[in-house]
C-alpha cells in the first residue's frame, strides 16, 4: 500500500524481487568475494565440528555449498565444492570415531550440493530461452497485426470496380471471361488488374488467389 493524493493504493508486488535466480553473481564483482565468504563458512563450520566431535555440527556445511552452487559461476562453484570436500576428508581423518558418520554426511551433503547445482544451471537455461523468445513472440505478433492492418487498408483503397474484377481474377477467370461478366473490355480488364496489383502490393496472378477469401465472393 502506498499514499498518492491522500489516498491509499495498493501496488502490486513483484515476486522477481524476492526470488534468487541461479547464476545471479557469475561474471559479477561480488562473485569472488561471496566465493570467498562461503569458504570461511566452510571452514569455521568443520572447525566447529572438529571442536564438538559429539555433535555433527557438519551438516550446516550444505547451507554455503548450496548457496554457493546456486549462485556462482562455474569456475568459482566447482572450487568451493572442493574446498568442501577436503575439509570433509580432513575432518573424517581427525575424527576416528565419527568418520563413517561423516563420510556418508559428506556424500549425502555433497549429492545434494551437485543436484541443486543442475538444477540450477537447467532453470538458468530456460529463464535465458524466455527472455529470448519473448521479445521474438512480442515482434511476431506486431508484425501479423500490423500486416492485417496494412492488408485491410490497401483492401479499401480498391474501387468498386477494382474489387469485382480482382474477385474473378482470384477465381481463375480470363480477363475476356471477367469483360464478358462485368460488361466491360478486356483491356479495361487488365487496366483494372494492373491498378489492383499496384494498390495490393502483388507481382503475380498466383498471389492474387491466394488472397481470394480476403477479397470475398465474387460478383
Known sequence: MRAVGGQLTRTKLNPDRFLIRPHALAGSRRELLFAGLCSLLLAVIFVAEILTPHVVVGAFA???????????SSRLAALVAIVATMFFFATAAIETANRMTLILLGVAILSTAVIGRLYATGLASVLSGRRHMRPAVKRWVTQSVNGVDQLADRLRSL?????DVARLAAEGYTAAEIGLRLSIGPRTVESHLASVYSKLRLSSRLQLVRMASSLGAPP
Request: glycine share 0%; proline share 6%.
Open 159 to 163: 474501387t468498386r470496380r477494382e474489387l
Open 62 to 72: 550444505l547451507l554455503p555449498l548450496l548457496a554457493a552452487l546456486w549462485v556462482l
